[in-house]
């Protein structure tokens, strides 16, 4: 099957050198690659591997040992003067809905219940060995395959310790992902693991669209003529990409370049020292790439600018990005002399002029030509404002449980012109929140909030027989087998059917939706009140994304409720929205309360194994229209026989409070919690929603 050539994508150039300079030194730690859909990310990563050099390999070995360094530990092994032969590199696609086994190998079951013999059959990491390992939607990998993913890319190896099978092997490949951040984001122990990141979007050259259609339509049409019409270019990109991996063992990397990567890392404030080393390598690879032997600023600016912007978030909610009017003013800067050198201060001469001639894919040092390369400067901004944002605001504390409640007399006024009463409130920064789960055991994703039936976890029993889910329980099958001899068999094996075979359910965490039902009227619009709401959900935010929650917002004010971000797993997203929520007007609670079960009932059909936690967030009051608190109790009552699972919390404040959020919570039947106990360090300890559920 001919795929479309990695020389005539046009539009990502950034993209493109930081493939390359991975292939050049598989060292640097794979790329991450982030951008909206539509934009070639899949298309280019499986084209890099028809780009990449060839390699060898032991004969019969199924892991992939070279044959000049094979792995002295491999399962095939010990290899001595075997024979080898030569293979095209490897592309191993790792689907999101892989199983454990599938990843990691497992024990055959073939040559075990056939033969009895405990064999070992290998999974996609030993398939990736010395490759690619490709994983599209990234972000969506569930969160026991990242694991395994983390062990193999710090250690260098698999290791496989179940079902008596205790295999250990050699696991070095080139991790390459992909995603929409609209999707969700990627936890940060696995996105510091990609050397290299690169921001990707759709050209808007019109020009340059309509040459990626035109090309898109001539491979579809004919692809065996397309690709030999690039054929020569594919052929140079591969010699070049060999050569360069000949010059790298050349490459100088002086003192001068290195306190100039350490000056970079510590201006733009990056955790740890894999940054330094990541920009080190890909400085190196990129002066290679380029046909040299000396690192230049050129070769520290492109490092900087793949291998920094992912390493510089300090929350989920932080856009990835860098600052280059920064970065170029710090390689442009004398460093300061080093007390007592050692070395004659006039070996160390100035860097020569970045080389900025190159062929098949753009230097890095170059100007991008469209808005598809790299991160573009005006993101960089982004983090940076909302961190001002935040820090303006910080000296207010966290919880307002003591704030005096203004007098109806000074309250925001509630004229009939919506518009005229909008304030849009700040955001403190987010503080650890408790756990809020839903009572029961479900059935949904794999996550880390409410107790559930899931792949992975711990063994609660056994399935009935006949059963087809769960992972096989080999000591239950082998028992049941038992059962049925009146005694040895001959040879002495033991014959196992299907009717024997039993599965394990397990129990673990799973993920759930969190709808924020959010009461933005004018009784809300106080600026204290409104931030500490506003940083109590941005808190609950932060916790939903680190349990792998979806989550979806709701607001009310003014006449109306709308669904301001309907159910995703893009929990920045939700940020945003948040941060530019306004508040004013009336309050339409019961509108509101509708609005929430509408949403939470077509998610209901959409994904009916998740289970949703409704998080109301009001004062309780409601001002719109005639006898409208007996209409929104009214609304809470009948949720509440509808079985769904909620939680109210309180935002009346002040020494006297009506308690109107706690009538509301008794009508849902849902749990209570004022605003001020949102917080872990509250005095309280919520452990979930004490309800039986529907």
């Known amino acids: 099957m001919l795929i479309f050539p990695f020389s005539a994508i046009v539009g990502s150039d950034d993209m493109a050198l930081a493939l390359v300079i991975t292939a050049v030194a598989p060292e640097v730690g794979g790329v991450l690659v982030r951008g909206e859909k539509g934009t070639a990310k899949s298309t280019m990563v499986r084209a890099l591997a028809a780009i990449m050099p060839t390699q060898r390999v032991i004969d019969g070995c199924r892991f992939g040992c070279a044959p000049d360094r094979p792995d002295p530990q491999c399962p095939d092994g010990p290899h001595g003067t075997n024979t080898s032969h030569e293979r095209p590199a490897r592309l191993v696609e790792l689907p999101v809905g892989a199983t454990e086994d599938r990843v990691i190998g497992s024990l055959d079951l073939q040559k075990a219940l056939g033969q009895g013999i405990a064999a070992y059959e290998p999974g996609l990491l030993a398939s990736a060995h010395r490759g690619l390992l490709y994983v599209d939607e990234v972000n969506l990998l569930h969160d026991h395959l990242v ?26 490949f080139v991790l390459v992902g992909t995603m929409n951040p609209e999707e969700g984001e990627l936890r940060p122990q696995l996105l510091d693991r990609f050397g290299l990141t690169v921001e990707v979007r759709a050209p808007r050259d019109p020009s340059l669209r309509a040459e990626v259609v035109r090309r898109r339509l001539a491979f579809d049409a004919d692809p065996e003529t397309f690709s030999k019409r690039f054929a020569a270019d594919e052929t140079v990109l591969r010699e070049r990409i060999t050569a360069a991996q000949a010059i790298l063992l050349r490459v100088q990397l002086d003192d001068h370049a290195l306190f100039k990567i350490a000056q970079i890392c510590a201006a733009f404030e990056v955790d740890g020292m894999r940054a330094d080393i990541v920009t080190a390598r890909a400085a190196a690879a990129h002066a290679a790439w380029d046909g040299r032997e000396k690192v230049t600023k050129a070769d520290i600016r492109a490092a900087a600018r793949l291998a920094l912007p992912h390493r510089r978030r300090r929350n989920p909610f932080d856009a990835p990005g860098l600052d280059e009017d920064l970065l170029d003013q710090i390689l442009n800067e004398e ?10 201060p006039a070996a160390a001469g100035p860097d020569p002029e970045p080389d900025n001639g190159s062929d098949g894919v753009q230097s890095a040092s170059q100007e991008p030509k469209s808005d598809s390369a790299g991160a573009h400067p005006d993101d960089s901004s982004q983090p940076h404002d909302q961190g001002a944002e935040r820090q303006q605001t910080q000296e207010q504390p966290q919880h307002q449980s003591h704030e005096t409640e203004p007098p109806p007399s000074e309250q925001a006024p509630q004229p009939a012109n919506d518009a005229a009463s909008q304030l849009v409130a700040g955001v403190r920064e987010p503080y650890r929140t408790r756990l809020l789960s839903i009572a029961g055991v479900g059935n949904g994703e794999a996550g880390k909030r409410s107790r559930a039936i899931t792949a992975i976890g711990r063994t609660v029993r056994v399935a009935s027989p006949g059963s087809t889910e769960g992972a096989l329980h080999l000591p239950a099958t082998i028992r049941a087998a038992a059962l049925r001899q009146s005694g040895r068999v001959a040879g002495g094996r033991l014959p196992i059917d299907g009717g024997d075979l039993r599965r394990a359910i397990r129990e673990g965490r799973e993920s759930n939706l969190v709808l924020f039902c959010v009461d933005a009227s004018g009784s809300m619009a106080a600026r204290k009140r409104m931030e500490a709401v506003k940083t109590a959900i941005l808190s609950l935010l932060l916790d939903a994304y680190q349990r792998r929650d979806k989550v979806g917002l709701v607001t009310f004010r003014g006449q109306e409720a709308v669904l301001a971000l309907p159910p995703t797993t893009s929990i920045d997203t939700a940020a945003r929205r948040l941060a530019d929520l306004p508040s004013g007007g009336r309050t339409p609670l019961a509108e509101g309360l509708m609005c929430a079960e509408r949403t939470l009932r077509l998610e209901r059909i959409r994904d009916p194994r998740r289970r949703a936690l409704l998080v109301v967030i009001t004062d309780g009051r409601a001002t719109s229209g005639v006898a409208a608190l007996k209409r929104s109790q009214a609304v809470a009552g009948y949720l509440g026989d509808t079985g769904i699972n909620a939680i109210v919390i309180d935002c009346e404040t002040g020494r006297f409070r009506i308690g109107l959020a706690a009538q509301l919570a008794e009508r849902l039947g849902a749990q209570y919690l004022p605003l001020e106990n949102v917080g872990a360090d509250a005095l309280l300890n919520i452990t979930g929603i004490a309800r039986k559920v529907a």
């Open 147 to 172: 694991d395994l993913l983390l062990d193999a890319a710090a250690m260098g190896r698999a290791t496989v310790e179940r079902e008596g099978v205790s295999v250990s092997h050699a696991a070095r």
């Open 335 to 344: 460093p300061e002399p080093e007390p007592e050198p050692d070395n004659d």
